[in-house]
């Protein structure tokens, strides 16, 4: 979960994008779903990067709750974000504010994302931050 926080906010999209290989991403605004690295990376691709590369953000992740069922080799989480934003013209600001949902499944000692829906509940300025489509 940190790993996506960390990866987005150092513009390493293609590392975004492998934490999801083997899952599904669905966006609940638009009903959006997507499957495996490639089409997740894909939903990256209006991310604005400027001159060092990342896209100026911050993401804080909050009221994180992870339920693990060690048995299954399975957990859940639950966490609110709000994506920061530092703008070249407007300085810092919240750009959105959301919830993901996670699902996880244990492989050997490691972790991996199975699901995650993305909630976009509230949406700021978007426009120094992702490209129209």
């Given at each position: 979960?940190?790993?996506?926080?960390?990866?987005?906010?150092?513009?390493?999209?293609?590392?975004?994008?492998?934490?999801?290989?083997?899952?599904v991403v669905?966006?609940?605004?638009?009903?959006?779903?997507?499957?495996?690295?490639?089409?997740?990376?894909?939903?990256?691709?209006?991310?604005?990067?400027?001159?060092?590369?990342?896209?100026?953000?911050?993401?804080?992740?909050?009221?994180?709750?992870?339920?693990?069922?060690?048995?299954?080799?399975?957990?859940?989480?639950?966490?609110?974000?709000?994506?920061?934003?530092?703008?070249?013209?407007?300085?810092?600001r919240p750009?959105?504010?959301?919830?993901?949902?996670?699902?996880?499944?244990?492989?050997?000692?490691?972790?991996?994302?199975?699901?995650?829906?993305?909630?976009?509940?509230?949406?700021?300025?978007?426009?120094?931050?992702?490209?129209?489509?």
């Open positions: 979960m940190v790993a996506y926080a960390e990866r987005l906010d150092a513009g390493d999209l293609d590392g975004v994008a492998a934490l999801f290989e083997h899952a669905r966006a609940a605004r638009t009903g959006i779903e997507l499957f495996g690295r490639d089409a997740v990376r894909g939903m990256y691709d209006p991310v604005i990067r400027y001159d060092d590369g990342t896209p100026h953000t911050k993401h804080v992740l909050a009221n994180v709750e992870v339920h693990v069922d060690e048995d299954a080799g399975t957990a859940t989480s639950h966490c609110v974000f709000t994506v920061w934003q530092a703008t070249p013209t407007d300085g810092l750009a959105l504010t959301g919830r993901y949902d996670d699902l996880f499944a244990r492989v050997g000692t490691d972790w991996r994302f199975t699901e995650r829906t993305i909630h976009a509940d509230l949406l700021g300025d978007l426009s120094a931050h992702m490209r129209s489509r």
